[in-house]
C-alpha cells in the first residue's frame, strides 16, 4: 500500500520525466547536412541556384579533413525564383538542411543585372535561420568551379578565404571584405552603390603532382540598387585600399633614384583617412583627402634617405586613389562614396545637387590628396644600412 510520501515522491518523478523530455522532435546534428555557401546565376529567364554542403565531420574544426569523404558536394537547381531553385534541391536531398552556418554568397555577373540580385538578397535577410554576416562575392568564373575549390594543403572549407576573409586580410588588405549587412546598408545609403569582392580562380599554387585552383581577390564588382555597373579589375582597384579607415596593411613598390637596388617595396598601414567637402557659391563641391599613415621598409640594401622614400610613397599612392576613382568615373560610379560624405556633412547642398541618391562627379571633383607618412620603420636590422633622415 503506497503511503502519502510515496505517491508525492511518484508524481514528482513523472512531473520531471514530462517536462525533461520536450526535445523528442530536434533532429540530430549528424542527420542534417550544413550549407556552407550559395552561389546565384541567371539564364534564360531562370535562377541557377548552386548549393554548398559541406562535409559535417569538418564543420568544428579547421585541419585537413578525412580523406574518405569528400570535403564537400554542390547541388544544382533552377527555377523562375531563387526559392523555387532551392525547393526543388530539398526533394533531392537526403536529409533536413540546415542554413544556420551559411557563409558566403556568390553572384555571377548576369544575376546581379538589372535588379535580380535585390530578390535573392530579400530571401537571405528575410529567413530567420541566416544570419546578416553573410560574405558576398561575385565573379565571372563558373560558379560551381568557384565553389568546388578546395582550400590550399586540402583544409577545412569553413576556413578558405571565401569562408573567412578577414584571415587574408590582416596581412594584405587589397580588397575590403563586405558582409550582407553592410551591402544592405550601402545600398539604401547615398549613392546607393556598394564594392563587392571580385573572385577569380588562379593557378598560383601546386603540389609535386600537379597544379591546383585557388581562388584569389582580383578587384571589385559594383553593385547599385537598380543593377550592375561593371567591375574594377587588378591594379585599377588598388586605390581602394588606401581611402578605408579599416585596411590592415598594403604595400607599394617603386623605383628608386639611387642606391644599388632599383627597386624598394613598403608596407603600409596605420590609416587614418579623411574626406572634407568643399562647397563652392553652393553647389560647386570638391573633395580635399588627407591620409596619415605609417611605412615599413622591406629588403633594402644600402643608404636610403627617408625624405626620397617619403616622396616616393606621397607620389604612389596618390597615383593610386587617382587611377581607381577615374575607373570609376568611367563606369558611372562614385567609388570612394563621395555622395555620402557630402550627405553626412552638408544635406542642404546634397538635396540641391543630387540625383537618385548621387551627386555628380568629374575628374576635378578631387581637390587636394594630401599624404602624410607620419612614421618609417627601417624593419629589423640586420647589416649596417640605414635610413638618412
Known amino acids: 500500500m503506497m503511503t502519502r510520501k510515496n505517491i508525492v515522491f511518484l508524481l514528482f518523478v513523472l512531473t520531471t520525466a514530462l517536462f525533461t523530455s520536450g526535445c523528442w522532435d530536434v533532429t540530430e546534428p549528424q542527420r542534417m547536412y550544413y550549407i556552407n555557401a550559395v552561389g546565384v546565376d541567371f539564364e534564360d529567364n531562370q535562377y541557377k541556384v548552386y548549393l554548398q554542403i559541406i562535409n559535417f565531420a569538418d ?3 579547421s585541419e585537413q579533413p578525412s580523406g574518405d569523404v569528400a570535403p564537400a558536394e554542390v547541388g544544382y537547381a533552377e527555377g523562375k525564383t531563387i526559392e523555387e531553385a532551392i525547393y526543388k534541391l530539398y526533394r533531392s536531398s537526403d536529409q533536413e538542411i540546415f542554413w544556420g552556418h551559411m557563409r558566403y554568397l556568390l553572384f555571377s555577373e548576369r544575376a546581379m543585372e538589372n535588379e535580380r540580385s535585390v530578390p535573392v538578397i530579400d530571401t537571405f535577410i528575410r529567413f530567420r535561420e541566416t544570419r546578416y554576416h553573410i560574405w558576398v562575392y561575385c565573379t565571372k568564373d563558373p560558379i560551381k568551379d568557384v565553389m568546388l575549390v578546395t582550400p590550399i594543403l586540402k583544409n577545412s572549407l569553413t576556413s578558405s578565404k571565401l569562408s573567412n576573409p578577414i584571415n587574408t586580410t590582416k596581412q594584405e588588405s587589397f580588397i575590403e571584405p563586405q558582409n550582407l549587412r553592410n551591402v544592405i546598408i550601402a545600398l539604401n545609403e547615398p549613392s546607393h552603390e556598394v564594392s563587392i569582392p571580385y573572385v ?52 607599394i613598390t617603386f623605383k628608386l633614384e639611387d642606391g644599388e637596388r632599383d627597386y624598394l617595396t613598403v608596407d603600409l598601414d596605420k590609416l587614418d583617412v579623411k574626406v572634407e567637402p568643399i562647397v563652392k557659391n553652393s553647389d560647386q563641391v570638391t573633395f580635399d583627402i588627407t591620409i596619415h599613415l605609417h611605412a615599413t621598409l622591406n629588403g633594402f640594401k644600402g643608404n636610403i634617405n627617408s625624405d626620397e622614400v617619403r616622396a616616393n610613397i606621397i607620389k604612389q599612392v596618390k597615383k593610386e586613389i587617382t587611377e581607381t576613382y577615374e575607373e570609376g568615373l568611367k563606369l558611372d560610379v562614385d567609388i570612394y562614396r563621395f555622395s555620402e560624405y557630402l550627405y553626412r556633412s552638408n544635406v542642404r547642398t546634397w538635396k540641391k545637387i543630387e540625383k537618385d541618391g548621387k551627386i555628380p562627379l568629374t575628374q576635378d571633383s578631387i581637390g587636394k590628396i594630401t599624404i602624410q607618412v607620419t612614421k618609417i620603420n627601417p624593419g629589423r636590422k640586420t647589416y649596417e644600412e640605414t635610413i638618412e633622415e
Not at 217 to 224: R, Y
Open 59 to 61: 564543420v568544428a574544426k
Open 200 to 251: 577569380t580562380i588562379m593557378k598560383d599554387w601546386e603540389t609535386a603532382e600537379e597544379q591546383v585552383d585557388e581562388t584569389t581577390f582580383s578587384g571589385v564588382g559594383i553593385l547599385t540598387k537598380d543593377g550592375f555597373k561593371g567591375f574594377i579589375k587588378n591594379s585599377a582597384a588598388r586605390g581602394n585600399q588606401w581611402m578605408n579607415n579599416d585596411t590592415n596593411r598594403g604595400e
